[in-house]
């Protein structure tokens, strides 16, 4: 099984801050790597789908990067709206994994 | 619009089951690569199980044997059909249907909360 690795696994930041999550694949997944956002109570938002393609009606302010193991989703300028948990999936291969999840807090 | 509702989730005694539901809207179901993903409370997502447009079904290890993903076409539902019931089975339930031609999930239900306890 793929083991995904995410960092820090929780952030605390101030509305307009950049702030960079990271997620580490335990093999080599090309680009097979999405980001979702989750709030308290809800289900998971597809946010970035192939490691670096924006889902439509994402804000710009979320970007991703990376390939093969390495992978950093960056919030460019953090919104009210976008305290939440995000969590990295490798979709490479089955079973499909997720990584642990950072958690956006409010400082 | 594309819209997944989960339903059937409870309460239910160790070695008990249950079968839960996920009415899809929008979209056609045996069209689309579905799949199951839990998360026990205050933890991460873990995927469980996936249907293929063609039928084929696979599930991750610690369900393999007690649980069952399948379809009605004619109702446009997925269900799962869980068995032997554990305490770690004890999670949010959501379904979700795969990005054509990709692994990764969208849309997701709304989840169905599984309690396994005496």
Not at chain 1, 6 to 17: F, H, K
Not at chain 1, 68 to 78: K, P
Request: proline letters at 4%.
């Amino acid at each position: 099984d793929i083991q995904m690795t995410q960092s820090p696994s929780s952030v605390s930041a101030s509305v307009g801050d950049r702030v960079t999550v990271t997620c580490r694949a335990s093999q080599v997944i090309s680009s097979w790597l999405a980001w979702y956002q989750q709030k308290p109570g809800k289900a998971p938002k597809l946010l970035i789908s192939a490691a670096s393609n924006l889902q439509s009606g994402v804000p710009s302010r979320f970007s991703g990067s990376g390939s093969g193991t390495d992978f950093t989703l960056t919030i460019s300028s953090l919104q009210p709206e976008d305290f939440a948990t995000y969590y990295c999936q490798q979709a490479n291969s089955f079973p499909l994994t997720f990584g642990g999840g950072t958690k956006v807090e409010i400082k | 619009e594309v819209q997944l509702v989960e339903s059937g989730g409870g309460l239910i005694q160790p070695g008990g089951s249950l079968r839960l539901s996920c009415a899809a809207s929008g979209f056609t179901v045996s069209s689309n690569y579905m799949s199951w993903v839990r998360q026990a409370p205050g933890k991460g997502l873990e995927w469980v199980s996936v249907i293929y447009s063609g039928g084929n079904t696979y599930y991750e290890d610690s369900v393999k044997g007690r649980f069952t993903i399948s379809r009605d076409n004619s109702k446009n539902t997925l269900y799962l059909q869980m068995n032997s019931l554990r305490g770690e089975d004890t999670a949010v339930y959501y379904c979700a249907r795969h990005v054509t031609g990709a692994y990764w999930f969208d849309p997701w239900g709304q989840g169905t909360l599984v309690t396994v306890s005496s």
